[in-house]
C-alpha cells in the first residue's frame, strides 16, 4: 500500500556531512507528517527529526543546530541534511510517515527499511 524509497545513508567521518531522502509512494489520500527515526545498536529506535505537512518541524535535542529536515509535499518526500556529524550519530536511520490511505481512514504510522549510518574515523 505504501512504499518507502530511503536513499543517502553510508559511512563518513566525524565533522562530515551526509544527506539522507525519503519519498513516500503508493496509495496515499494525505500525509500529515515524516521525518526519521534511528536506532543504534542495544538501544531503543528514537526521534530525530520530523516534519509536518504545514511545515512545523520537531527536533531531538542531541541534533538541533547540526541536522535539518525539509520537505517537498508535491513529491511526498523528505530529505534530513546532517552536519558535523558525530560517531554517536551512528545507527539506522527508519523514514516514518503518518498518512491516511483514503479520505474515510484514518491516520496510520507506516515505516520505511532503514538506511545505515556509520560515522567513524
Known amino acids: 500500500q505504501v512504499q518507502f524509497m530511503e536513499s543517502g545513508g553510508g559511512l563518513v567521518q566525524p565533522g562530515g556531512s551526509l544527506r539522507l531522502s525519503c519519498a513516500a509512494s503508493?496509495?496515499?489520500?494525505?500525509?500529515?507528517?515524516m521525518g526519521w527515526y534511528r536506532q543504534a545498536p542495544g538501544k531503543q529506535r528514537e526521534l530525530v527529526a520530523t516534519?509536518?505537512?504545514?511545515?512545523?518541524?520537531n527536533y531531538a535535542d542531541s541534533v538541533k543546530g547540526r541536522f535539518t529536515l525539509s520537505r517537498d509535499n508535491t513529491k511526498n518526500t523528505v530529505y534530513l541534511q546532517m552536519n558535523s556529524l558525530k560517531p554517536e550519530d551512528t545507527a539506522v536511520y527508519y523514514c516514518?510517515?503518518?498518512?491516511?490511505?483514503?479520505?474515510?481512514?484514518?491516520?496510520?504510522?507506516?515505516w520505511g527499511q532503514g538506511t545505515q549510518v556509520t560515522v567513524s574515523s
Open positions: 503508493g496509495t496515499i489520500f494525505s500525509i500529515y507528517a
Open positions: 516534519i509536518t505537512s504545514g511545515g512545523s518541524t
Open positions: 516514518n510517515a503518518v498518512l491516511k490511505l483514503t479520505a474515510l481512514t484514518g491516520m496510520f504510522t507506516y
